[in-house]
């Protein structure tokens, strides 16, 4: 699947913002430079975080952003880190 940007919002203004992203899309998909092609029109900056929502997989990635492009408004974000968030073993 391609960006969708009417999926990421950012639920944290501050020195340091957090922004939330749902999609389906692979983590080696959405760590690719440029795959987030509005990061800076949105308001990301280096150091930002941008959690992934999987509701289909049950899991959860977290990025952060790595760069900023200079020919266009994309970002570049970190590997990841994934974390389940559909278990529950109590």
Not at 45 to 72: F, I, P
């Amino acid at each position: 699947m391609a960006y969708d940007s009417t999926k990421l919002e950012c639920v944290t203004n501050g020195e340091f913002r957090c922004f939330q992203y749902s999609s389906t899309d692979a983590p080696a998909t959405v760590n690719t430079d440029g795959y987030v092609s509005d990061g800076q029109t949105r308001g990301m900056r280096v150091g930002d975080t941008m959690e992934q929502m999987n509701k289909t997989s049950g899991l959860a990635t977290k990025y952060t952003v790595l760069s900023l492009s200079t020919s266009n408004n994309s970002v570049d974000l970190t590997d990841g880190t994934t974390v389940s968030i559909a278990t529950d073993t109590d």
